[in-house]
């Protein structure tokens, strides 16, 4: 199954609604994959092997896992094409 690490540098209830909100994207869309949200400081990227990241917030990972930008999950504009990204990315 993929595997998807939502990293944010904001509020634990702000990476749970990225969580969610990308969750019920895939879900839509009939994808599957684990989702892991961890805060952007202290996540150890090469332990949890992503197939994609979800940033909110400044990128200092340093990867070439696949990223895409979480804002509009916080945001609410855009949020289709960018469950819509991760998928891509996915592939």
């Known amino acids: 199954m993929d595997k998807i690490l939502v990293a944010t540098g904001t509020s634990q209830n702000k990476m749970n609604k990225v969580a969610d909100l990308l969750r019920e994207g895939l879900e839509v869309q009939n994808v599957q994959a684990e989702i892991v949200s961890e805060n952007i400081y202290e996540t150890k990227v090469n332990e949890n092997k992503p197939d994609v990241?979800?940033?909110?917030?400044?990128?200092?990972?340093?990867?070439?896992?696949?990223?895409?930008?979480?804002?509009?999950?916080?945001?609410?504009?855009?949020?289709?094409?960018?469950?819509?990204?991760?998928?891509?990315?996915?592939?």
């Open 53 to 91: 990241i979800v940033l909110v917030g400044e990128n200092k990972l340093d990867t070439d896992i696949p990223t895409v930008d979480g804002v509009p999950f916080i945001t609410g504009i855009g949020i289709e094409s960018t469950v819509n990204e991760v998928i891509n990315k996915l592939k």
